[in-house]
């Protein structure tokens, strides 16, 4: 069974432009969820999309967004992009859904913003 | 106050030890508790989970849960190298976290193993 893919594994960008960052959850699994990950502040939730609906949003600027296709693939935008958005972006899959706790979680996309 | 306090370590166990990963969180409407374990540039896998009050068992991993003190802990026992990882203590079911679909994670413990 095919784990959570994440697309791309790094990105550089620089500040003021945007990025997407894609995800494909295991097979079955309606539930996506996203993360940042920074040394300095650990996991910290942006948002769960279920079944094509966001039903759960974290403390983010507008400027995180996010997305969730039929096929429950998922992707997550950022706009405007500044210095501190540089952390490592996780992509989790579930079953049911987050808060459920069986999270699967994908590598990752490391986005560096210069 | 932060929602989920870990000792960020690093913690040092010598092989064959028992190591004691401890967790507590601020959100007494908090249903279930989760360890994560992260190797270093790896993405976080779920180890162990606990609902109710009282000490859970799988393996050499053992979760321990008071919610009257809050506090929710991890041992693992016979400590091998291969344990050496930072550890991620979550909760779900929260009042403060919005909804009870959403996981709060806390900053991890780095443990290192020593042969």
């Known amino acids: 069974k095919a784990g959570v893919t994440q697309t791309p594994r790094y990105l550089i960008k620089t500040r003021g432009q945007q990025v997407t960052l894609s995800c494909s959850p295991i097979?079955?699994?309606?539930?996506v969820s996203w993360y940042q990950q920074t040394p300095g502040q650990g996991l910290q939730f942006l948002f769960e999309?279920?079944?094509?609906?966001?039903?759960n949003k974290g403390n983010f600027p507008g400027r995180f967004s996010g997305r969730q296709f039929s096929n429950s693939r998922s992707e997550m935008n950022v706009s405007t992009l500044e210095l501190g958005d540089s952390a490592l972006y996780l992509c989790?899959?579930?079953?049911?859904?987050?808060?459920?706790?069986?999270?699967?979680f994908g590598e990752g996309s490391r986005l560096t913003v210069l | 106050q932060k929602e989920v306090e870990q000792n960020s370590g690093p913690l040092s166990v010598p092989e064959g030890a028992i190591a004691s990963l401890n967790c507590t969180y601020s959100?007494?409407?908090?249903?279930?508790f989760f360890w994560y374990r992260q190797y270093s540039g790896k993405s976080p896998e779920l180890i162990m989970f606990?609902?109710?009050?009282g000490d859970k068992e799988d393996g050499r991993f053992t979760a321990q849960l008071n919610k009257a003190s809050q506090y929710v802990s991890l041992l693992i026992r016979d400590s091998q190298p291969s344990d050496s990882a930072t550890y991620l203590c979550?909760?779900?079911?929260?009042?403060?976290?919005?909804?009870?679909?959403?996981?709060?994670f806390g900053s991890g413990t780095q443990l290192t193993v020593l042969p």
């Open positions: 959100d007494r409407g908090s249903q279930s």
């Open positions: 979550a909760y779900s079911g929260g009042v403060s976290s919005g909804s009870a679909r959403q996981l709060t």
């Open positions: 097979s079955g699994h309606r539930s």
């Open positions: 989790a899959s579930s079953l049911q859904g987050s808060g459920t706790g069986e999270l699967f």
């Open positions: 606990i609902y109710s009050n």
């Open positions: 999309y279920f079944s094509e609906t966001q039903r």
